[in-house]
């Protein structure tokens, strides 16, 4: 069994197959959700389930927080019950995707304990986080980062691992990476439809658009899917949009004027008012679909 003790809270998709996967690397890992069915899952498969998430911070080496929002983080860390108490000494892996000054309100709250913090948000989905193959982007003091425990657990998870610079840095560059991601797939959408419209094989479409220069990521991963409509929420359009629009909200703040920025934001906007916000991000697809009648990957 590896010496470091590892903590979640928050058991959910990335949550929940992040504990399993340390649970399956033989971290002895402690863990604790409000929903009563994801405690259940994290039990059945060997974790330990704490009463709350003060608890889950105490017995652990590594505390990581995988969370919906930056509202929820804030609460989970300065609330009442919080995570940033003087009884918790612990290192801290904030892998959220949030807002800088939630950051910034976190790390402060726990400077003042025996505890430590790094944002360390990651890129990847939930089937990544299952097996251990997720991209890490750290921020905070670089000898926590470098710290045995905390690179056990980072290492055991993350494929690629990125120290981005001071505490802050990790959270910013996750926004950057999703708001140049969401903005390539966005434009890689509109095309297909478009070749579609001009009559060109769905899967044609794909075969040379995936191999070319034109290809991304984002592309790659969804492209597939679209052909089969498959549009079950991995990375919902609500999320996409939550995170360019926590992106543009950076950018106001640093008095930057982030005009391909704000557009990403306001078509991803325009996709969730459509009625595809709980589906997965590569539903904008229908938004350039509405006026053609032979949609993308259908016969």
Request: proline content about 3%; overall charge negative.
């Amino acid at each position: 069994m590896v010496e470091t003790t590892a903590g979640v809270v928050g058991l959910g998709k990335m949550g929940g197959n992040m504990a399993k996967h340390l649970l399956d690397e033989g971290f002895e890992v402690y863990g604790h959700d409000l929903q009563p069915e994801a405690r259940e899952a994290f039990a059945d498969y060997g974790g330990i389930v704490a009463d709350s998430g003060r608890d889950v911070a105490r017995q652990s080496d590594v505390t990581i927080t995988s969370l919906p929002n930056s509202e929820i983080v804030k609460g989970v860390y300065t609330g009442e019950g919080g995570l940033a108490h003087e009884s918790v000494e612990t290192t801290f892996l904030e892998m959220s995707t949030i807002a800088p000054p939630t950051t910034e309100a976190v790390a402060e709250a726990v400077e003042g304990t025996p505890a430590e913090i790094l944002d360390a948000p990651i890129t990847g989905g939930p089937e990544n986080s299952r097996d251990g193959t997720l991209t890490g982007l750290v921020g905070g003091k670089e000898a926590v980062f470098e710290s045995e425990h905390a690179q056990n657990v980072l290492q055991a998870l993350c494929a690629e691992l990125h120290y981005a610079g001071s505490s802050g840095a990790g959270h910013a560059m996750k926004l950057l990476n999703n708001t140049m991601s969401m903005g390539n797939l966005l434009l890689a959408m509109e095309t297909v439809a478009l070749g579609a419209r001009y009559g060109i094989d769905s899967e044609r479409l794909w075969d040379i658009l995936g191999n070319a220069s034109a290809t991304s990521v984002a592309f790659e991963s969804r492209m597939p899917r679209v052909l089969e409509r498959d549009f079950e929420a991995g990375f919902s359009v609500d999320f996409a949009r939550k995170d360019v629009g926590l992106a543009v909200d950076m950018a106001d703040s640093e008095d930057f004027p982030m005009v391909m920025g704000s557009l990403v934001h306001r078509l991803y906007t325009r996709a969730s008012d459509e009625g595809f916000g709980e589906e997965d991000v590569g539903a904008v697809v229908k938004m350039f679909e509405q006026e053609l009648e032979d949609r993308v990957g259908e016969e």
